[in-house]
């Protein structure tokens, strides 16, 4: 079983910078890709950018590429996301997901665990 917890979260005004984190517990992280998903208010909830279990592969929805940036350190089994030039669409509530696959997915069903969401509101 694994725990993950989001923070990091908070308002900001745009052009602005968060680092969002995902801490867990239970089995070790390397185990799994994770991701983070976003659900914007009156939107489906979307694969914003994952990363394979080895850390080296990445994946960046158009809408964020450039600008934000995860990672992983397995041995403090902590998922980060760094969001830079904050834009006010970029308003949701964040999720960190885990699944038992060697690479992301894009279908939320497809994530074995999830964290609570964390809340990023970036103001004009």
């Known amino acids: 079983q694994v725990q993950l917890v989001e923070s990091g979260g908070g308002l900001v005004q745009a052009g602005g910078s968060l680092r969002l984190s995902c801490a867990a517990s239970g089995r070790t992280l390397s185990s799994y890709s994770m991701a983070w998903f976003r659900r914007a208010p009156g939107k489906e909830r979307e694969l914003a950018a994952g990363?394979?279990?080895?850390?080296?592969?990445?994946y960046y929805a158009d809408s964020v590429k450039g600008r934000f940036t995860i990672s992983r350190d397995n041995a403090k089994i902590t998922l980060y996301l760094e969001m830079n030039s904050l834009k006010p669409e970029d308003t949701a509530v964040y999720y960190c997901?885990?699944?038992?696959?060697?690479?992301?997915?894009?279908?939320?069903?497809?994530?074995?665990?999830w964290g609570q969401g964390t809340q990023v509101t970036v103001s004009s």
């Open positions: 997901a885990a699944r038992g696959g060697s690479i992301w997915a894009l279908m939320e069903q497809s994530y074995d665990y």
């Open positions: 990363i394979t279990r080895s850390g080296y592969g990445t």
